[in-house]
Nanobody
Framework: QVQLVESGGGLVQAGASLTLSCAGSERSFNTYHIGWFSQSPGKEHEDHEF???????????NYGDSVKGRTAISRDFAKNTVTLQMSSLKPEDPAVYYCAASNYYPGVCRRDYRSWGQGTQVTVSS
């Protein structure tokens, strides 16, 4: 199991941009498909919402309907890092964002991923 660490969260103004990073503990991180999920404050009882994913090769990406057009996922193989670039942030976007790793399929469900990071908080002010 690869260990993941998210970073880049914080407090931003509505309409601003933010980049989140997911770093892998080992070089094998580059062999995993990576997905990003979010969980809104006060909705911890609900399932994680799919945000975006990228294949291990970095050649294919997928985005959740709610974030299409204002997010971009990419990876830096040299740094064993996957980034999630978010723009036009909205007050309803505040959530904990998690990155997750899958060695089989970069799906849109929690069960598609085996390893998860601890999450990074994103808060958007109006």
């Amino acid at each position: 199991q690869v260990q993941l660490v998210e970073s880049g969260g914080g407090l931003v103004q509505a309409g601003a941009s933010l980049t989140l990073s997911c770093a892998g503990s080992e070089r094998s991180f580059n062999t995993y498909h990576i997905g990003w999920f979010s969980q809104s404050p006060g909705k911890e009882h609900e399932d994680h919402e799919f945000v975006a994913s990228i294949t291990a090769s970095g050649t294919a990406t997928n985005y959740g309907d709610s974030v299409k057009g204002r997010t971009a996922i990419s990876r830096d193989f040299a740094k064993n890092t996957v980034t999630l670039q978010m723009s036009s942030l909205k007050p309803e976007d505040p959530a904990v964002y998690y990155c997750a790793a899958s060695n089989y399929y970069p799906g849109v469900c929690r069960r598609d991923y085996r390893s998860w990071g601890q999450g990074t908080q994103v808060t958007v002010s109006s």
